[in-house]
């Protein structure tokens, strides 16, 4: 057999991609519906135990609720009242919404049926890519710019690796980075006395409605916030978190890791990027099994960062030029 595999499948009419790490026992489910994982099983003492909390069917697929393993782009979480200024120029992702209904989060492609461009194996690895030209002028108001979009999944002995590749085929510079929202459960144990580490030297301050506080006055030292200083790896405990982290403190290889780890089954990981912020949030306000796992969230930038001159240069993406953003999970043990 095959060290590694590379099959389609079907989920109640959606496609799906399905790569398999024979040798480890481990086994990754990729729909075509906004390139969402659904699922990440690796072995445990009583069989299989799926990491990721995804969605479950076809109807959850379709609803997207809490935005479960949402690739996020051309922005990441939210903007501010939905508006934002870019190259001197004010835009309204929601024209003629008012009050409370105005809320842009997660960017445009959730709900978008990717190609399933390239699905191969060799013995190194099984791999998935999937691309999108669904960002286009006059599909999405308030956002004139022409980005195409392929988030590339690799299952390797190390775990999974996302390398998402954003390119400007527009003919003006354009705003635009990626994020990702994963949320894992490592046990049926409550989260409380899952262990986490985030080597972040700051976390970002925001206002009740998670907004980014302006200027230096969004970033506080993780000095001055000991109730979510996560240096040191701990248990979470009752803290209920919402709260991006930045700041972070890079390895040898070039990769930052927040790890989780539940004690009693010993089942560890690791969610890494070379870049950006990440975002853990307990799953405290979820519609569904409420802080029965936590989201660990990489993404390229800050929340509002079309509205923030510290992340312009992060974000600003010149016509004909593509950035890469690469994420991914590393098994630790199991």
């Excluded at 990769?255 to 405290?284: E, H, K, N, Y």
Aim: charged share 25%; with cysteine; proline share 6%.
């Amino acid at each position: 057999m095959a060290d590694y595999l590379a099959e389609r499948t079907q989920l109640e009419g959606h496609e799906l991609a399905v790569l398999t790490d024979v040798a480890h026992g481990r086994r990754v489910r990729i729909a075509r519906r906004g390139a969402t994982l659904l699922s990440f099983e690796v072995p445990a003492p009583d069989g299989a135990w799926d990491i990721a909390d995804g969605y479950r069917d076809a109807e959850e697929l379709d609803a997207r609720p809490s935005s479960r393993f949402a690739v996020m782009v051309p922005f990441a979480n939210r903007i501010a009242d939905a508006r934002y200024q870019f190259e001197g120029k004010s835009y309204d992702l929601q024209p003629g919404v008012e009050g409370d209904a105005r809320a842009a989060r997660h960017g445009f492609v959730r709900g978008v049926d990717f190609e399933l461009a390239d699905l191969s194996a060799d013995a190194q690895s099984a791999r998935a890519t999937f691309s999108t030209q669904a960002i286009r002028p006059g599909l999405h108001a308030g956002y004139p710019f022409a980005i195409d979009l392929t988030v590339t999944y690799t299952l390797d002995a190390a775990g999974l690796t996302l390398e998402a590749v954003m390119r400007n085929v527009g003919d003006q510079t354009a705003p635009c980075f990626f994020g990702w929202h994963p949320y894992f459960r490592l046990s049926e144990l409550p989260i409380e006395s899952w262990e986490l580490q985030i080597p972040a030297d700051s976390v970002v301050r925001t206002g009740t409605d998670f907004i980014p506080l302006p200027a230096e006055s969004g970033r506080l030292s993780i000095d001055h916030a000991p109730e979510v200083d996560f240096r040191e790896r701990q248990p979470i405990g009752p803290r209920e978190l919402n709260h991006a982290f930045a700041d972070l403190r890079f390895d040898t290889d070039g990769r930052t890791r927040t790890r989780l780890r539940d004690p009693d089954s010993g089942l560890a990981i690791a969610v890494w990027q070379t870049s950006g912020v990440m975002l853990a949030f307990t799953a405290d306000t979820v519609t569904r099994d409420v802080r029965r796992s936590v989201a660990l969230e990489p993404m390229e930038s800050w929340a509002d960062a079309f509205n923030r001159p510290d992340c312009a240069d992060t974000i600003r993406l010149e016509p004909g030029a593509e950035r890469r953003f690469f994420c991914g999970v590393e098994i630790e043990s199991s």
